[in-house]
T-cell receptor, first 115, second 116 residues
Framework: DAGVIQSPRHEVTEMGQEVTLRCKPI?????LFWYRQTMMRGLELLIY????????DSGMPEDRFSAKMPNASFSTLKIQPSEPRDSAVYFC?????????????FGSGTQLSVL | DQQVKQNSPSLSVQEGRISILNCDYT??????FLWYKKYPAEGPTFLIS?????DKNEDGRFTVFLNKSAKHLSLHIVPSQPGDSAVYFC???????????????FGKGTHLIIQP
């Protein structure tokens, strides 16, 4: 199993540009999560999906952020327009089911730098 | 406000000794707790977990202790090895019993450094 795959690994962009982060969860996993890691706030949950449906997006910081999961094998996190304070590592994670005893499997993350 | 707190940003321990990482939480609805380990340029990986019906869970060199009355948990690593050098995240959820919010709430992490 290839694990959770995120792309790109690194993204450098200028303020005001649109940024799209991509995630392929582990095949067969029903839940998908987007987290953001910063020094100040640690790992924050942005949004999660169950069976491709967004369940809780209360962690999405602003309307500039949006996430989609068009099918069970693909999700995107979009920032438009991007700002320097969006610079962080963005992680995608998946889980086999909805039971909370099931641990999350994380991708390697996307390091985003907004100049 | 941080519901899961790891007050030590870093910890240095000599190889072979015990490493103790601490975590405090404020949400009394949390009933399932996990520790994740993260190496540089990699995503966090699951290490060990404990539900609120237990006060101890052991897996090899790793033991997690839960003190519900103090809202405190700790991770013990014995003996510490160089490969244990990593960032350790404490996480909690309130969904074990079937209710509450989904997803995990993480602390900011503790950077453990094992010195030879």
């Amino acid at each position: 199993d290839a694990g959770v795959i995120q792309s790109p690994r690194h993204e450098v962009t200028e303020m005001g540009q649109e940024v799209t982060l991509r995630c392929k969860p582990i095949s067969g996993h029903n839940s998908l999560f987007w987290y953001r890691q910063t020094m100040m706030r640690g790992l924050e949950l942005l949004i999660y999906f169950n069976n491709n449906v967004p369940i809780d997006d209360s962690g999405m910081p602003e309307d500039r952020f949006s996430a989609k999961m068009p099918n069970a094998s693909f999700s995107t996190l979009k920032i438009q327009p991007s700002e320097p304070r969006d610079s962080a590592v963005y992680f995608c994670a998946s889980r086999p089911g909805q039971g909370m005893t099931e641990k999350l499997f994380f991708g390697s993350g996307t390091q985003l730098s907004v100049l | 406000d941080q519901q899961v707190k790891q007050n030590s940003p870093s910890l240095s321990v000599q190889e072979g000794r015990i490493s103790i990482l601490n975590c405090d939480y404020t949400n009394s609805m949390f009933d399932y707790f996990l520790w994740y380990k993260k190496y540089p340029a990699e995503g966090p990986t699951f290490l060990i977990s404990i539900s609120s019906i237990k006060d101890k869970n052991e897996d090899g060199r790793f033991t997690v202790f839960l003190n519900k009355s103090a809202k405190h948990l700790s991770l013990h690593i014995v003996p510490s090895q160089p490969g244990d050098s990593a960032v350790y995240f404490c996480a909690a959820s309130e969904g074990y019993s079937g209710g509450g919010a989904d997803g995990l709430t993480f602390g900011k992490g503790t950077h453990l450094i094992i010195q030879p």
